[in-house]
């Protein structure tokens, strides 16, 4: 991974071509934005266009650019997605499962000193029929 942005850029940036242009691009965007323009997207790519800045790119999908530019970036909706995926990919697998072996500790103690299976219900999320199986063990 490596920073893209003009003031802080990677030496790989700079090796680039595009990744160069891109930086430059980028940095019209910040540009208009400060300037106040009422379309600082619009206005970057047609001055990006302007002074040759990733030309042939935006010329052929300028609205393109402008569509997935314009989509907001949501982290909790990015960051739902990713867990999501990771659940998917079995990555919580074992959290899980230690924080359901955490709950029937939890458990145990809680009837080691006599509270009521509601309550431990309560406590634990754990279902009625799991806290009897650990009251009571299937022989």
């Not at 047609?46 to 907001?72: C, F, H, P």
């Not at 739902?80 to 995926?85: H, M, N, R, S, T």
């Not at 080691?112 to 634990?124: A, N, R, V, W």
């Amino acid at each position: 991974m490596c920073t893209i942005k003009s003031e802080h850029s990677s030496p790989v940036v700079h090796s680039c071509t595009d990744l160069e242009q891109y930086t430059q691009f980028l940095q019209l965007v910040e540009e208009a934005k400060a300037a106040g323009h009422e379309n600082p997207l619009k206005w970057a790519i047609q001055e990006a266009v302007r002074r040759n800045i990733l030309r042939d790119y935006l010329e052929r999908k300028g609205g393109e650019v402008l569509s997935i530019l314009m989509t907001e970036y949501d982290y909790a909706t990015d960051m739902a997605v990713l867990k999501e995926e990771a659940y998917e990919d079995g990555l919580f697998v074992g959290l899980e499962r230690g924080a359901y072996q955490n709950k029937l500790e939890t458990a145990k103690t809680m009837i080691s000193i006599g509270l009521p299976e509601e309550q431990i219900q309560l406590c634990t999320s754990l279902p009625l029929e799991t806290i009897r199986d650990l009251i009571q063990p299937e022989p």
